[in-house]
């Protein structure tokens, strides 16, 4: 395929209308991420759907969990039928009808149904649309393309911030409306892609990649799929049977559905490690592609709660008068974008600036800042948390510092581990890790919804321990990249 425009020092125009196709697209997700679980566990009196806080923050993970999760068939689709293209378009087709569905007042069911459509349709569009980013340079464009995935990156966060802004405040009127905005926020984005893809996408991502690449197929061994599928129903069965979980129940489903990414990831990497034909410097590496997924999804299951506990913390917690007026609490989830787009040139020149005084930092080392931020965000939490219990409410500062800490962990955490990935990984198994990484953040989504479910505003004095728990997991698992990091460095080979 042709790359069309590629200047020397401009960006080809297909950036733009990526740029403007996902920030229209982030803008519906993270406002209505904003609003829900404040909508579902809003009293019917009020207008919401009156669940507990435990079932909304199931629902929550459910949902956040499969709008990741969902990019892994997306991906399949795209490579094998549609082509990305195709892929994206459909995929804000279904996202705007999932919109216009939460628009309508009505039944959980109509709820749920609107969710599902959102979901499938980010599952076509969200990964799809960064590979076709990828696409837009020739592989040798080394340090360009990272450029372009940067300023890609501005537009999802420009759009989230947005949406994070104007959603709320038209929910605070009707939330439906707020569901509403999302959805001609999306409708915006559709436009865009249909009106100047032709011109500046050209062919790419026209035809599906199976017919034009022929790569190399890779194996899957069915016995051992088998052997995996067994264990996971064995494992389902006795924890219900045994009382431990209950699947008749939203939290249930959850924790069902977290054993089932748990086991099935362990067993994809056993597999891969035993029969993937790979030699001992590539199963170092692809091991050391486990080890950061697992620090992702914990970081994620931290970082997630920002619209479950942390949402709901905003809301009942905090004293969010500025002047006469009272900010929204969804409102305050634009913070994290808003730090991200300020921070984001900084963080990335850091980097820059230390390498030239030959002051590398490596990724088990950043990935130890990140979940180590992570935690000092929450430790914040605990102390607001503490206000809480003593009958006043915090301020907002306390929920900004926390937000604060928490995106310049994203920035150490998240555009690194992407990338390492993308090097440490044998190239016949590139479109798998990459999802496997979206399967980090599945996880992590899942678990931080969960945990807000725990979150429960009629008993405050549990507030601080929920909290403090994360400060701990995530300070202990920072710790343990820091002590590991030397051994994970060796098994990283000649990636950096
Ligand atoms: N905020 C980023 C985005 O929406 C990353 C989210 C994630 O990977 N969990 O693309």
Redesign the pocket.
Known sequence: TSKPSEGSFKHPKGLYVLFTAEMWE?FS??GMRAILILFMTTDVAFEGLGLTTETAGAVYGLYTASV?LMTLPGGWLADNIFGQKKAVFYGGVLIMIGHLVLAIPGSPIIFFTGLAFVALGTGLL?GNISTLVGELYSKDSGAKRDAGFSIFYMG??LG?FLGQIFVPLLAEYNWHLGFGLAAVGMLFGLIAFKVYSPKYLAEIGVEPKVKSAGEEKTSSNSSITIFIIAIVLISLFLLQFLGYIDVTTATGIAQALGLIIVLITMGYFINILFNGGLNIIEKKQVGVIFILFVGIAIF?SGF?QAASSLNLFARDFTDRFIGGWEMPAGMLQSVNSAFIIIFAPIIGALWVKLAARNINIRTPLKFALGLILLGAGFWVMVGAANVAASGTKAGMFALILTYFLHSIGELTI?PVGLSATSKLSPAKYLGQMMGIWFVG?AL??LIAGLIGGNFDPENVLEMPNIFLNVVWVSVGAGIIFLVAGPFIKKWMGDVN
């Open positions: 982030r997700y993270y990741y969200k999802i966060n989230s994620w997630e998240s953040a992590g989504n």
